[in-house]
């Protein structure tokens, strides 16, 4: 074994190994010079796709709904361009950044909007403030023996922040897993051109049978600020977690079986390794003995300095083209998980934390971890892995819904791609492979059209932009394998920038719903930016930004050599399997691959 390898292995053991009990919660993601005015906004990483940074005149921080009304009026009787923004920002693209001239734009924050409103036991109602964080949302209802039925499995995220963008657990049952599908209610803070009782601003209330909840579920932040929201949760109730361990030959084929029978399921699948991970993952009664806890490794507060270290033998791995290096290190990191339960405990408190499968708790206990947001600052010892106050983590993720009935063909493709790269997706392994979770088509007119697989797939980001990632082309190809030929939907709150291209074709006459509301609660457009503009095919903005290295980044499909890097041997070429795709490939000899060239666009 290379020293590099030998290294990777011993870092990465001591990353999953040695966690400690304390943490740094996540900084600030709204910074000013001076107060409240002259700031900078960025997300819980630090970092745009497109690296740019936000700035903006002034933060405010409204706690009650009176506040918002007279913060989002005092912007609008100005015509300043406005967003909320959550306590931690977690979504990877642009989105809280906003429009209108640079600098000159207004946040609201909803972190102090964040109280419980009222519940109603009977109905297995509860009414929150949009600011709420998922963990604190998950607690209050607890306490009154509720239960959410699905989640994001991220507890740093907030209902307002969490349903702007769709984001989900993992169910093919009922409804499915969007947390939007479980919004009975909602109020939001809207802009008016005209006063409206003294204020250019008003509250906009919406129950279950207004049509206009289906633009304010899944709203990209572009309506208006949502003050509170309304869920239908239900009873408390167990969860029985099994993970099972198989090889990954014709895995394919069981994809939508498995979905069709387990109701939490998701399948983790690590394509180097050619290993599955179902999670059998089942409803039991609330009377069923079990305590257990999910307190997943990878959002378990870490060392930093052994996290900034199994950083630095990544990018060495990167830098030497050793690819075989990270394969050890997956290999690894794969096993130690697995022999930690993920990070499952079967009894809370308990002495020893995994005990041995099934793990069943509570719900609210077992659906979502994050304790890495938790406990007492101890000056950044340990932290949530990719916080960007230390040199830890720094990824891309692409995460894209395909559908079931293109499923099986798409895994068979990247299959393909990758029998002829072993070693291509190993760097992906070490971020979870590709984890699969079931999500079902909506009434909500920005989420799913149709029940479908959604993929997250993690992997390398260098922190220069114009650096190529080991095996660049691989995973171009299957990013555009994904999004064009298998029609995926991206995941708002994640992905870089070419994900979303075609959006207004994907979406359809959902679209044309979700604008004629637009029109009516934000006529002037003070909620929206250049970013949501691109994304939803308006005004002329496109979410490519074309220039040297922009592939690389995703901030364009190449159609010539120097939106990749050919100083480093890096040229736009065609798909392996996917013939329409255009990557960046490593070309080793000058006279290679002619026949894969890509025309010049
Ligand atoms: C570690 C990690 C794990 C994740 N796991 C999952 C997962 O399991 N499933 C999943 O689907 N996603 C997951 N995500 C993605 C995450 O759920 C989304 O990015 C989510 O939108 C983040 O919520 P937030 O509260 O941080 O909102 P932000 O990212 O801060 O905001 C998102 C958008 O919503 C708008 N917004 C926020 N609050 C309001 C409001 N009150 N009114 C109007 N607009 C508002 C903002 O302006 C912005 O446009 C994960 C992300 C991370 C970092
Ligand atoms: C914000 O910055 C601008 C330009 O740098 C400056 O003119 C202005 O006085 C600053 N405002 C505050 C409140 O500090
Ligand atoms: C609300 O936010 C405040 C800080 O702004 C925090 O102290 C409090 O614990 C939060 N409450 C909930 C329910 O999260
Ligand atoms: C699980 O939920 C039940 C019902 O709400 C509650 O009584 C119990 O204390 C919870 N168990 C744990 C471990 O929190
Ligand atoms: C996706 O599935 C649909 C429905 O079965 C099928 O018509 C289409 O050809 C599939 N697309 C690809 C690229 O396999
Ligand atoms: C959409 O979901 C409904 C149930 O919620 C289901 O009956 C229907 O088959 C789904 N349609 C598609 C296209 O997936």
Same mark, same amino acid.
């Given at each position: 074994?290379?020293?590099?390898?030998?290294?990777?292995?011993?870092?990465?053991?001591?990353?999953?190994?040695?966690?400690?009990? #304390?943490?740094?919660?996540?900084?600030?993601?709204?910074?000013?010079?001076?107060?409240?005015?002259?700031?900078?906004?960025?997300?819980?990483?630090?970092?745009?796709?497109?690296?740019?940074?936000? &700035?903006?005149?002034?933060?405010?921080?409204?706690? &009650?709904?009176?506040?918002?009304?007279?913060?989002?009026?005092?912007?609008?009787?100005?015509?300043?361009?406005?967003?909320?923004?959550?306590?931690?920002?977690?979504?990877?693209?642009?989105?809280?950044?906003?429009?209108?001239?640079?600098?000159?734009?207004?946040?609201?924050?909803?972190? #102090?909007?964040?109280?419980?409103?009222?519940?109603?036991?009977?109905?297995?109602?509860?009414?929150?403030?949009?600011?709420?964080?998922?963990?604190?949302?998950?607690?209050?209802?607890?306490?009154?023996?509720?239960?959410?039925?699905?989640?994001?499995?991220?507890?740093?995220?907030?209902?307002?922040?969490?349903?702007?963008?769709?984001?989900?657990?993992?169910?093919?049952?009922?409804?499915?897993?969007?947390?939007?599908?479980?919004?009975?209610?909602?109020?939001?803070?809207?802009?008016?051109?005209?006063?409206?009782?003294?204020?250019?601003?008003?509250?906009?209330?919406?129950?279950?049978?207004?049509?206009?909840?289906?633009?304010?579920?899944?709203?990209?932040?572009?309506?208006?600020?949502?003050?509170?929201?309304?869920?239908?949760?239900?009873?408390?109730?167990? #969860?029985?977690?099994?993970?099972?361990?198989?090889?990954?030959?014709?895995?394919?084929?069981?994809?939508?079986?498995?979905?069709?029978?387990?109701?939490?399921?998701?399948?983790?699948?690590?394509?180097?390794?050619?290993?599955?991970?179902?999670?059998?993952?089942?409803?039991?009664?609330?009377?069923?003995?079990?305590?257990?806890?999910?307190?997943?490794?990878?959002?378990?507060?870490?060392?930093?300095?052994?996290?900034?270290?199994?950083?630095?033998?990544?990018?060495?791995?990167?830098? &030497?083209?050793?690819?075989?290096?990270?394969?050890?290190?997956?290999?690894?990191?794969?096993?130690?998980?697995?022999?930690?339960?993920?990070?499952?405990?079967?009894?809370?408190?308990?002495?020893?934390?995994?005990?041995?499968?099934?793990?069943?708790?509570?719900?609210?206990?077992?659906?979502?971890?994050?304790?890495?947001?938790?406990?007492?600052?101890?000056?950044?010892?340990?932290? @949530?892995?990719?916080?960007?106050?230390?040199?830890?983590?720094?990824?891309?993720?692409?995460?894209?819904?395909?559908?079931?009935?293109?499923?099986?063909?798409?895994?068979?493709?990247?299959?393909?791609?990758?029998?002829?790269?072993?070693?291509?997706?190993?760097?992906?392994?070490?971020?979870?492979?590709?984890?699969?979770?079931?999500?079902?088509?909506?009434?909500?007119?920005?989420?799913?059209?149709?029940?479908?697989?959604?993929?997250?797939?993690?992997?390398?980001?260098?922190?220069?932009?114009?650096?190529?990632?080991?095996?660049?082309?691989?995973?171009?190809?299957?990013?555009?394998?994904?999004?064009?030929?298998?029609?995926?939907?991206?995941?708002?709150?994640?992905?870089?920038?070419?994900?979303?291209?075609?959006?207004?074709?994907?979406?359809?006459?959902?679209?044309?719903?979700?604008?004629?509301?637009?029109?009516?609660?934000?006529?002037?457009?003070?909620?929206?930016?250049?970013?949501?503009?691109?994304?939803?095919?308006?005004?002329?903005?496109?979410?490519?930004?074309?220039?040297?290295?922009?592939?690389?980044?995703?901030?364009?499909?190449?159609?010539?050599?120097?939106?990749?890097?050919?100083?480093?041997?890096?040229? @736009?070429?065609?798909?392996?399997?996917?013939?329409?795709?255009?990557?960046?490939?490593?070309?080793?000899?000058?006279?290679?691959?002619?026949?894969?060239?890509?025309?010049?666009?």
């Amino acid at each position: 074994m290379s020293p590099v390898a030998s290294l990777a292995v011993l870092l990465s053991t001591l990353s999953v190994t040695l966690l400690l009990v #304390r943490g740094s919660p996540p900084g600030p993601v709204v910074v000013c010079r001076s107060g409240n005015a002259n700031c900078t906004v960025t997300n819980a990483y630090g970092a745009f796709p497109d690296r740019s940074t936000c &700035t903006v005149a002034a933060v405010t921080y409204p706690s &009650t709904e009176q506040e918002l009304l007279i913060a989002v009026s005092g912007a609008s009787a100005k015509k300043q361009h406005m967003k909320a923004v959550t306590v931690y920002a977690h979504s990877m693209p642009k989105l809280t950044c906003p429009g209108g001239p640079g600098g000159q734009g207004l946040v609201i924050s909803t972190s #102090r909007l964040n109280r419980t409103v009222s519940v109603d036991v009977a109905l297995a109602r509860m009414t929150f403030e949009a600011g709420i964080t998922l963990r604190a949302l998950l607690d209050a209802a607890a306490a009154s023996g509720l239960a959410l039925p699905h989640s994001p499995y991220w507890q740093g995220v907030t209902l307002g922040g969490l349903l702007s963008t769709g984001s989900h657990g993992s169910s093919a049952f009922g409804k499915g897993s969007a947390v939007h599908e479980y919004v009975v209610g909602m109020r939001l803070v809207v802009p008016s051109p005209v006063a409206v009782d003294g204020y250019y601003a008003k509250i906009i209330s919406l129950d279950e049978e207004d049509e206009e909840l289906l633009a304010a579920k899944v709203s990209l932040g572009v309506l208006g600020v949502i003050s509170q929201v309304t869920l239908q949760l239900e009873p408390m109730f167990k #969860r029985s977690v099994t993970n099972r361990i198989v090889t990954d030959v014709a895995f394919e084929q069981t994809i939508s079986s498995f979905a069709a029978t387990t109701p939490y399921g998701d399948i983790i699948w690590y394509p180097s390794q050619a290993k599955v991970v179902y999670r059998d993952d089942f409803k039991l009664p609330i009377t069923s003995q079990g305590q257990g806890l999910n307190d997943f490794l990878g959002f378990r507060a870490q060392s930093t300095l052994v996290i900034a270290a199994t950083r630095a033998t990544e990018e060495l791995s990167e830098l &030497t083209g050793d690819a075989n290096g990270k394969c050890a290190q997956s290999v690894i990191q794969v096993s130690t998980l697995t022999l930690a339960g993920m990070g499952l405990k079967n009894n809370n408190g308990g002495l020893i934390d995994f005990t041995g499968y099934p793990v069943i708790g509570n719900q609210s206990d077992m659906m979502s971890a994050g304790s890495c947001l938790r406990s007492a600052p101890d000056g950044l010892l340990t932290a @949530c892995g990719w916080d960007p106050r230390f040199r830890g983590l720094f990824y891309h993720q692409t995460t894209i819904s395909i559908p079931f009935a293109n499923i099986t063909g798409f895994v068979a493709d990247v299959k393909q791609l990758r029998d002829a790269n072993p070693s291509a997706l190993c760097g992906t392994e070490l971020y979870l492979g590709f984890f699969m979770r079931f999500v079902r088509n909506s009434t909500a007119f920005l989420g799913k059209t149709e029940d479908a697989v959604d993929i997250d797939i993690t992997y390398y980001r260098s922190r220069d932009p114009l650096q190529p990632r080991l095996f660049e082309d691989v995973l171009e190809e299957i990013e555009q394998m994904a999004l064009f030929k298998y029609n995926g939907m991206p995941h708002w709150g994640k992905n870089r920038n070419i994900a979303f291209l075609g959006m207004r074709d994907k979406l359809g006459a959902k679209l044309d719903k979700f604008l004629d509301v637009m029109q009516r609660y934000d006529s002037e457009g003070l909620f929206s930016s250049d970013w949501s503009d691109a994304v939803l095919g308006l005004n002329g903005k496109e979410v490519v930004v074309e220039g040297e290295g922009c592939a690389l980044e995703g901030l364009c499909i190449c159609s010539i050599d120097d939106h990749c890097a050919p100083g480093q041997g890096y040229y @736009c070429r065609a798909g392996h399997v996917y013939g329409e795709a255009r990557v960046c490939r490593k070309v080793e000899t000058s006279v290679e691959d002619n026949d894969g060239r890509a025309e010049s666009a």
